[in-house]
């Protein structure tokens, strides 16, 4: 059973920077795809972006040019999401996602609240 474990959110300006990390446990195999969701009030959870282990990376349309998703070169099933620019709109829980199961990730952290203010 795989853990994951997200940290670094909290309270930021519009315009602002954040970056948020997630490690992933429980598992002695390096987890190929790794992910963050975001889920604001009243709204379905969403990709925000993805990375596998070869570096490819997929990003919502929403996010494009302003998160960008990383590894840890030193542990692999650590990712960072680098939040630049960032919207009152970008307001959310941030989940954490590992592996794939019909395009979804099969294990989900409990969520950490990102909060843009104006």
């Known amino acids: 059973q795989v853990q994951l474990a997200e940290s670094g959110g909290g309270l930021v300006q519009a315009g602002g920077s954040l970056r948020i990390s997630c490690a992933a446990s429980g598992v002695m195999y390096v987890i190929n795809d790794l992910s963050w969701y975001r889920q604001a009030p009243e709204k379905e959870r969403e990709l925000v972006a993805s990375i596998t282990t070869a570096g490819r990376t997929n990003y919502g349309d929403s996010v494009k040019g302003r998160f960008t998703i990383s590894r840890d070169n030193a542990n692999m099933n650590v990712i960072y999401l680098q939040m630049n620019s960032l919207k009152p709109e970008d307001t959310a829980v941030y989940y954490c996602?590992?592996?794939?199961?019909?395009?979804?990730?099969?294990?989900w952290g409990q969520g950490i609240q990102i909060t843009v203010s104006s």
């Open positions: 996602g590992a592996g794939l199961r019909s395009g979804v990730p099969k294990d």
